[in-house]
């Protein structure tokens, strides 16, 4: 997958009501991911309404400040049935 | 007397044109009959426009109050005035605008969680215009996303304040988060800066001889100020995530006339003369969000045009005669032109988030 740009998390805005990452994009729109997604791996933040991508630059364990600052948890690993 | 065309992205009426589609091909979006334009500042999702009378007009975005207080009114779907004040100069940042009033006080109002209304850590946002300094006659102000700046006559030389974001050292080092009030970044008593150009997080600042004095930030790897700083007549523009530089004159052998690119190419941004054949006769030269934007005239003179390479998925690159690459990259592409009776020199070109603006004086 080819990304637009490479933008480091300290550079994102956090909303902690949508617990979502945003960063501007060229087109007026911005950039978002969510950050469990996040804590689950992910690391392409899009663009609602182009088709342009970035690439987010993190360590898995940034993210306890901004649980912190949301007043909540990463998600609990999902229990696969035997 | 001034028209004013334009062209892209358009979700939150930042063309001032009545509604919110995206536009692929020049629209007459003022028609001035007060004077001629001196700036149009493109925001996230805003525009001010400048008339050289220092009347300011707004439209687009005011969810976060940049053009006035809201008051339930998030956008302004056309052209208004923004007050009766008048104005010598004007710069959007993404949720921000900041002025120079009569009075050569520095105003900004907005949203900047970042600093960028240079107002102090306890403001972040502003429903009106405050006052961050008060700078000398003839001072001229630049924002870019997340940064401003402001460029002050000093002695035979200039001071230049900025704030805003300096994650990346795009202000001075060393790095830190914010800088919520001006500080100096550059000071001299001899060198007289022109104006600065900005990426989204790097400055290059260029003196009025043309030279590159100074480069701050994150800068794209290619580019090498201390290999431009001797060159004179150069014109600098930046995009987000590239450095273009257009050199007007033969002035060394190394550097013969045309544009130079550096930085992110991902979509077609950089200018290669080897596809894109250069027009000789360049007029004029600006930069969007990731668009280029020049006029120049045809090689047989009898027209001017207005050309846009680069990311131009919102229509700001103009429409395509073949193939659509507005997603991936557009190559060198017409959108604009006059027959020859048109003075090039009367013609000013503004670039926005994905915004192409055209105006003529007439």
Known sequence: ?82 | MTKIYALGSNGNYQLGIGHCKDIVEPHLSFDASRGNVKRIACGGNHTMLLLEDGSLYGCGDNSRDQLSPNAGCTHWKEWKSIQNDIFKDVACGWDFTAVINEDDEVLTRGSGLKGELGLGNEQRESKEWKRVMTVSNKSKIFATLHNCVVVQPYLSGSKVYGWGSNTKCQLFEPKCRIISRPELTYESEDVVIDYVAMGKDFLIYVDVRGRIVKATGCLPAAFKAEKWAPIENLLVRCMWTSVHILVTKNSTQDTPKGIYSFGNNSHGQLFDEKELELPLDIKAFTTGSEHGIIGYRTDNADRTVVACWGWGEHGNCGKFKNSDSSNSGTPLNEIFSWAKNVNAENIHLFGGCATTWIAQDE
């Open chain 1, 1 to 82: 997958m080819s990304t637009y740009d490479q933008v480091e998390i300290e550079d994102m805005m956090f909303d902690t009501s949508t617990q979502t990452f945003s960063y501007p994009c060229p087109c007026g729109d911005k950039f978002q991911i969510y950050i469990d997604d996040m804590f689950d791996g992910e690391n392409i933040a899009v663009c609602p309404s182009c088709s342009l991508m970035i690439e987010v630059i993190f360590e898995k364990e940034d993210l306890q400040e901004y649980y912190e600052e949301a007043g909540s948890q990463p998600p609990e690993p999902i229990a696969v049935a035997a």
